[in-house]
């Protein structure tokens, strides 16, 4: 993909010249995860900023994106720093339309990635971070067979590691067909500590010396 040039970027990382470390959160908001679960999805969402922005240089260098999927697949917040992030409060309703949700991050990813290379900023390898309790339903036929594909096409180029985490009630077998890496088990409904994870292994990423370049190669 060309990069594309835009004058709001060009200011951005002019004034942020740090590499980029790109996390898309991708979650699940349909109605079964409604009451405790959205409650305690937001709480972690809020933990995961919190632990991030105290760290100096991974509050300028992880990006993160939130994507829901629920009564729609909606781009909750697009790449932004953590500094600038302002972590949403989510609802839930809605079915489950999980392969659209994974395309619509892979493309967000791609896009994001074509700004780093129009400005020449390196970056280190995304991460997309599905957290669902259920499993596809309620989307065009044939998005999750495409989703699979682009998915297992990018972890083998090395463009995207994608994580699946399943909340109590998730379908795990046909989690384990989608991700490459088998899913993980949430304990209950413990997002505070998942994402205080999430948070500890994006800042190990951003203390890294060694991000992608920024154009060449599959990426």
């Given at each position: 993909m060309a990069g594309i040039?835009?004058?709001e970027d060009a200011i951005?990382?002019?004034e942020n010249p740090e590499p980029r470390c790109p996390c898309v959160l991708l979650l699940d908001t349909s109605k079964s995860m409604r009451g405790e679960a959205i409650q305690q999805l937001n709480q972690g969402l809020q933990v995961f900023h919190d632990n991030l922005v105290r760290d100096a240089l991974a509050a300028r260098r992880v990006e993160v994106?939130?994507?829901s999927f629920g009564k729609d697949v909606r781009v909750v917040h697009d790449f932004m720093s953590v500094d600038a992030f302002t972590p949403p409060i989510l609802e839930a309703g809605g079915l489950t339309p999980m392969g659209t949700g994974i395309l619509k991050a892979l493309d967000l990813l791609e896009a994001r990635k074509a700004a780093y290379k129009a400005h020449g900023v390196p970056y280190y390898r995304p991460w997309v971070f599905m957290i669902t309790d259920g499993k596809p339903k309620g989307?065009?036929?044939?998005?999750?067979e495409e989703a699979v594909r682009r998915l297992r096409e990018d972890e083998t180029q090395k463009r995207v590691?994608?994580?699946a985490v399943a909340v109590k009630g998730a379908y795990i077998d046909k989690l384990r067909e989608i991700a490459i890496r088998p899913p993980v088990s949430l304990d209950g409904l413990n997002f505070v500590e998942l994402f205080v994870w999430l948070s500890r292994s994006t800042?190990?990423?951003a203390h890294s010396q060694v991000p992608l370049p920024p154009a060449g190669g599959p990426f």
């Open positions: 040039f835009r004058f951005e990382f002019a994106a939130v994507i989307e065009p036929e044939g998005a999750i590691v994608f994580f800042q190990q990423i």
